[in-house]
């Protein structure tokens, strides 16, 4: 398919139009919508022009419905592609975990048929005994740094500590929830 050749460009127009015009020192006419150039290099395309240079044969315009058209089918298929090796990564991962959950119950049942173990659970959990045996059960088993301290005098001067209140704050109002309540005896 031969190519039609591009007519004149308007900026090229100009310019032969402004070298007669400034060897007689006077202004330049340019033609009815175009503008003169702003400076030496500073060349305006004419969009016209340029748009008219683009040619589309009828296998150009086959095989961009075809990219289009596969774009369209594909992108919707790669989405569910990606979405379903998510699901899988997720499942395999929650396989993982049950497997693991499944050991640790065969090691616990495992245990389980040790008599020495039954008994020291007999023991601890449900308080069981020997015929013969005294056991002392020790109701108050704080810990005496749990305990509550007696308050120490107040001093006269103003300390300042450089820290931040909210993670002390948090600390304490944590501690106070999870802590045992311990009675000090008078």
């Known amino acids: 398919m031969a190519r039609r050749p591009a007519p004149p460009s308007a900026s090229a127009g100009t310019s032969r139009a402004t070298a007669p ?4 020192g006077g202004r330049a006419s340019t033609p009815r919508g175009t503008a003169a150039p702003r400076g030496a290099g500073d060349r305006r395309v004419d969009v016209r022009e340029w748009a008219s240079g683009i040619r589309l044969s009828a296998f150009s315009v086959i095989m961009l419905s075809l990219v289009v058209l596969g774009a369209w089918v594909l992108v919707p298929t790669l989405g569910t592609y990606i979405d379903q090796r998510q699901k899988i990564g997720a499942l395999e991962h929650s396989i993982q975990v049950s497997e693991d959950e499944i050991t640790a119950l065969q090691k616990e049942r495992e245990r389980w048929n040790d008599p020495a173990y039954i ?3 007999a023991r601890e959990r449900l308080y069981y005994v020997k015929p013969g045996e005294v056991v002392y059960l020790i109701d108050n088993d704080l810990d005496p740094a749990a305990l509550p301290q007696e308050q120490g005098p107040v001093s006269d001067t103003l300390e300042e500590k450089p820290s931040d209140w909210m993670p002390q704050l948090l600390r304490t ?14």
């Open 21 to 24: 015009t400034a060897q007689r």
């Open 119 to 121: 008994t020291t659970q």
């Open 173 to 186: 109002l944590t501690s106070a929830g999870l802590s045992d309540t311990a009675v000090v005896a008078r």
